[in-house]
């Protein structure tokens, strides 16, 4: 199975680590390796996370949560790739992501 990355995770990963460097180089660290473990995890179990809220949307779509950071890993199963989609902050709408492609 395919793995990939779009391109508007790059750049939100960028603004979110920027973030935390300005806090401190040990909570940047702690963002990156816990996006790095989410990264893994989904990428060898991919069907096992939880659907993000199928009945609002058309496709189904799956989320990672992060641990000790306010983000989820959005993604979607196809039967031939896994397509990481955004770096959700928790505090915005759902779907903000899908609005702002």
């Known amino acids: 199975m395919d793995f990939r990355v779009s391109s508007r995770v790059n750049g939100e990963f960028a603004a979110i680590f920027a973030h935390y460097l300005d806090k401190s180089v040990d909570a940047a660290d702690r963002f990156v390796g816990?996006?790095?473990?989410?990264?893994?995890?989904?990428?060898?179990?991919p069907n096992r996370y939880a659907l993000y809220l199928p009945e609002q949307f058309g496709t189904i779509y799956r989320h990672y949560l992060l641990q000790r950071y306010p983000y989820s890993v959005i993604?979607?199963?196809?039967?031939?790739?896994?397509?990481?989609?955004?770096?959700?902050?928790?505090?915005?709408?759902a779907g903000y992501w899908l609005k702002e492609e």
């Not at 996006?35 to 179990?45: D, N, V, W």
């Not at 993604?75 to 990481?84: C, F, N, Q, R």
């Open 34 to 45: 816990e996006f790095e473990r989410a990264i893994s995890e989904i990428r060898s179990s």
């Open 75 to 93: 993604y979607e199963v196809t039967d031939t790739e896994v397509l990481i989609l955004a770096v959700a902050h928790s505090s915005r709408d």
